[in-house]
C-alpha cells in the first residue's frame, strides 16, 4: 500500500497532515503559494523528497495567481517566489533542487506565453512528483538485496511513502524486501522531539504488516551491543560531493554507535539529494527549531521549568566515513564515495 | 538549596512525587508499606540511592503495624516485607542493600524487645538517609575537583538531589563546583521515556542557578562532534565488580560517544551502588518497563499506533573500558577498576 503525502487537482493541491497521525489521517487544502509554505514550515508535510515536491506545486500555486500579462513582470514574481520557498526550511536540498529545476525550465521556455508558462509548470511538478517515485521504487530494487532473511534493521524518523512521493527510500527497501517475501525485522526509533519514527514509520510499517518495534532513539545502543540489530538504514536530507550526509538529528548518533559494534550503516537517498556546491558536510546549514517542540509540543504539560535554555538542532551531519554505503537510484556507491559522486555530478 | 525527597514523621513518610516536576512540587503522604512500595513502582520516588531510602522507611512503616509479641512471627513479617520491597524495582542495587542492610541489624539485635526493634529500624533507615547525604556531600567534595572552568559537562537522567537524600551524586558535584565559583555550564539530556532530565534536572539545576541547556538524547553526538562537550557526567544504579555499570537507558550510547569523540566519561555513585555478588555488567538484571511509558504517558494522545510492539528497557550496561573514573565517596577510582574495587570489598 502506498500512500501519497501530496494529491493535485486543477486549482488546488491537497496535504495528509503528518503531525495528526497516527491517530488521525486526514487530507489539508492548499490553495496558494502561503498555504504551502506554511504547511512546509510547520511540517504538516515533511522528508526531503516530500517537501522539494511540495514546494514544486506551491510554485505553481503561486505563478497562476499571477494576473500580469507582462513577462519580465512575470519572471520577477517567479524569483521571488523561489525565494519565498528557500526562506522556507533550511537543510533539505530536494526543496532548492525542486525550484531549481521548475525555474530553468521556465525560463529556457521563456519565450512561450504567459499561460503555457504556467501550465509547463504545472505539469513540471507533476513530473517531479512522478519521477520521484520511480526513482524511490529503483531504490527499493537495488536497495532490497541487503535486506536478508533474520535481519533486524535499525532505522530513525520517517524516510517512507510519506517523506517522498507514496514510496519511500528506506521504507521503499522493506516494502520491496517485503514483496520479496524476505523474513526481516525492523526496528524504528521514536524520533524525538516530533516522534516521526514513533508516528509516522511505525505506522506506514503497519500498513503494510512488516514486523516493527518501538523503542526510545537512547535505547539504540543498548540493542546494538544485544546484537539485535544487524542493518541501520537512513534517509537523507542533503548529501555533500564527499558523501557527509545531513539527515534527523540522531542519524549521526546511530552511525557512531554502528560503527562501534561493527554495524553496516546504510543511507537511501535519491540523486536530487545530493549538493552539487557543497563540498562536505561542515558547509551545510542546520536548521534550529523551536524550544517548543521539545518542551512541550506534544505533551499534557510543559516538560521542563520555565526559561530554561532548549538546543534543538533538527539536524545532524554524519561523516562520510562511517558510511557503508549510499543506496541511490543509479546504483548502490561505496566508499570511497568522492570519486563516483564527482562522476555522477 | 538542598531538596530531600523524603521526610520522616513518627507515624509516616513524605515524598516528592516527582512526577509532577517541574510543574507541582507536591509531597505526597505514605502511610504504610503498600504506599511506599507503589511510590517506588510508579516512580513517584525514583533515583537509586533514593529508592534505597524510601525502601528502608518503608520496612520500618510495615514493621510498626505488626501486632504480634512473638519474635519468631515478627522475624517472619520482616522477611516478607524484604521480599515485597525487593520485588519493587529490580535493576538498583541500592533498594537491596539497605533492605540487607536493616535486617542484618534486625537480626543481630534480634534478642531485644520487639518495640525496640521497631525503634532501632526507624532509627536505622534515618541513619541511611543521612549517612547518604554525607557521602553526596564527600563525592561533590572530591568530584568537584574534576570540573574546571569552561567547562560544558553533559549528564543524563536525574542524579540529583530528588535521586539520593538530598545532595545528589553528579549534580552533587556541581552544586559543589558552583559553591566554588567554577564557570562551568551544563548540558542536560531530556532522558525518554520518562523525561527525568528536562523535569527534574533542569528543575534542581535552576534552583541552584547553575547554567543549564536541554537537549534531545539524540543530539549528543553532533554537540560532541562540535565540541561543545567536554565531559560527560553520569550516575549509576548498579556497579558490578569489574566496574560495569548499569544506569539509565541512554547512558552506555553517552559512553560510546564520549569515547568516539575522545571525551572523558564519569560516573558518580557511592559504595552503596556496587554489588559485591556481580562480578560483569552482562549479570545485572535490566527492568523493562510498560510501553505508555513510550507510546502515551505524558502525551496528550497516543504517539504510536494501537498494537505496535514496544521495547522499553529502563536502563542500560556501559562496560567498564568506556568509563574514566568512577568518583565515590572513598575516593575517584580510575581504571583497571577490577583490583580498586576488590580492594574495597
Same mark, same amino acid.
Given at each position: 500500500?502506498?500512500?501519497? $503525502?501530496?494529491? %493535485?487537482?486543477?486549482?488546488?493541491?491537497?496535504?495528509?497532515?503528518?503531525?495528526?497521525?497516527?491517530?488521525?489521517?486526514?487530507?489539508?487544502?492548499?490553495?496558494?503559494? /502561503?498555504?504551502?509554505?506554511?504547511?512546509?514550515?510547520?511540517?504538516?508535510?515533511?522528508?526531503?523528497?516530500?517537501?522539494?515536491?511540495?514546494?514544486?506545486?506551491?510554485?505553481?500555486?503561486?505563478?497562476? /495567481?499571477?494576473?500580469?500579462?507582462?513577462?519580465?513582470?512575470?519572471?520577477?514574481?517567479?524569483?521571488?517566489? =523561489?525565494?519565498?520557498?528557500?526562506?522556507?526550511?533550511?537543510?533539505? =536540498?530536494?526543496?532548492?533542487?525542486?525550484?531549481?529545476?521548475?525555474?530553468?525550465?521556465? !525560463?529556457?521556455?521563456?519565450?512561450? $506565453?504567459?499561460?503555457?508558462?504556467?501550465? !509547463?509548470?504545472?505539469?513540471?511538478?507533476?513530473?517531479?512528483?512522478?519521477?520521484? %517515485?520511480?526513482?524511490?521504487?529503483?531504490?527499493?530494487?537495488?536497495?532490497?538485496? !541487503?535486506?536478508?532473511?533474520?535481519?533486524?534493521?535499525?532505522?530513525?524518523?520517517?524516510?517512507?511513502?510519506?517523506?517522498?512521493?507514496?514510496?519511500?527510500?528506506?521504507?521503499?527497501?522493506?516494502?520491496?524486501?517485503?514483496?520479496? /517475501?524476505?523474513?526481516?525485522?525492523?526496528?524504528?526509533?521514536?524520533?524525538?522531539?516530533?516522534?516521526?519514527?514513533?508516528?509516522?514509520? !511505525?505506522?506506514?510499517?503497519?500498513?503494510?504488516?512488516?514486523?516493527?518495534?518501538?523503542?526510545?532513539?537512547?535505547?539504540?545502543?543498548?540493542?546494538?551491543?544485544?546484537?539485535?540489530?544487524?542493518?541501520?538504514?537512513?534517509?537523507?536530507?542533503?548529501?555533500?560531493? #564527499?558523501?557527509?550526509?545531513? #539527515?534527523?538529528?540522531?542519524?549521526?548518533?546511530?552511525?557512531?554507535?554502528?560503527?562501534?559494534? #561493527?554495524?553496516?550503516?546504510?543511507?537511501?537517498?535519491?540523486?536530487?539529494?545530493?549538493?552539487?556546491?557543497?563540498?562536505?558536510?561542515?558547509?551545510?546549514?542546520?536548521?534550529?527549531?523551536?524550544?517548543?517542540?521539545?518542551?512541550?509540543? %506534544?505533551?499534557?504539560?510543559?516538560?521542563?521549568?520555565?526559561?530554561?535554555?532548549?538546543?534543538?538542532?533538527?539536524?545532524?551531519?554524519?561523516? #562520510?566515513?562511517?558510511?557503508?554505503?549510499?543506496?541511490?537510484?543509479?546504483?548502490?556507491?561505496?566508499?570511497?564515495?568522492?570519486?563516483?559522486?564527482?562522476?555522477?555530478?
Amino acid at each position: 500500500m502506498n500512500i501519497c $503525502p501530496l494529491l %493535485y487537482f486543477s486549482d488546488h493541491i491537497k496535504i495528509v497532515d503528518q503531525r495528526r497521525l497516527p491517530s488521525k489521517f486526514v487530507y489539508v487544502r492548499c490553495n496558494n503559494e /502561503r498555504d504551502v509554505y506554511k504547511a512546509i514550515k510547520e511540517m504538516k508535510i515533511r522528508g526531503a523528497p516530500a517537501i522539494g515536491i511540495a514546494a514544486a506545486f506551491g510554485l505553481w500555486l503561486g505563478l497562476r /495567481r499571477i494576473k500580469t500579462t507582462n513577462k519580465a513582470v512575470f519572471l520577477k514574481h517567479l524569483n521571488s517566489l =523561489v525565494d519565498f520557498f528557500s526562506s522556507c526550511r533550511p537543510t533539505a =536540498v530536494n526543496l532548492f533542487w525542486a525550484l531549481e529545476r521548475i525555474k530553468n525550465i521556465v !525560463l529556457e521556455k521563456k519565450d512561450l $506565453p504567459i499561460p503555457k508558462i504556467k501550465d !509547463l509548470v504545472y505539469r513540471s511538478a507533476i513530473d517531479i512528483l512522478k519521477d520521484d %517515485y520511480y526513482r524511490c521504487r529503483r531504490m527499493g530494487h537495488l536497495g532490497a538485496r !541487503l535486506i536478508k532473511d533474520k535481519d533486524c534493521c535499525l532505522t530513525i524518523c520517517n524516510a517512507g511513502g510519506l517523506a517522498t512521493s507514496g514510496f519511500g527510500t528506506v521504507l521503499g527497501l522493506f516494502f520491496e524486501a517485503k514483496n520479496e /517475501r524476505k523474513k526481516f525485522k525492523v526496528i524504528a526509533c521514536e524520533t524525538r522531539p516530533l516522534m516521526q519514527g514513533a508516528r509516522i514509520t !511505525l505506522w506506514e510499517l503497519k500498513q503494510n504488516k512488516i514486523d516493527a518495534t518501538l523503542i526510545c532513539d537512547s535505547a539504540a545502543a543498548y540493542l546494538m551491543a544485544q546484537k539485535k540489530i544487524s542493518k541501520v538504514f537512513v534517509g537523507a536530507d542533503r548529501i555533500a560531493l #564527499n558523501g557527509d550526509v545531513a #539527515n534527523k538529528i540522531g542519524t549521526y548518533n546511530l552511525a557512531v554507535l554502528a560503527n562501534f559494534h #561493527n554495524i553496516p550503516f546504510y543511507v537511501v537517498a535519491p540523486l536530487s539529494t545530493f549538493d552539487k556546491n557543497i563540498k562536505r558536510g561542515e558547509d551545510i546549514k542546520i536548521e534550529y527549531r523551536d524550544e517548543k517542540e521539545i518542551t512541550s509540543f %506534544y505533551f499534557k504539560r510543559k516538560m521542563a521549568p520555565s526559561g530554561v535554555k532548549v538546543l534543538n538542532p533538527a539536524f545532524d551531519v554524519t561523516k #562520510n566515513n562511517l558510511i557503508s554505503a549510499i543506496i541511490t537510484e543509479v546504483g548502490i556507491i561505496r566508499p570511497p564515495f568522492i570519486d563516483i559522486i564527482w562522476k555522477i555530478f
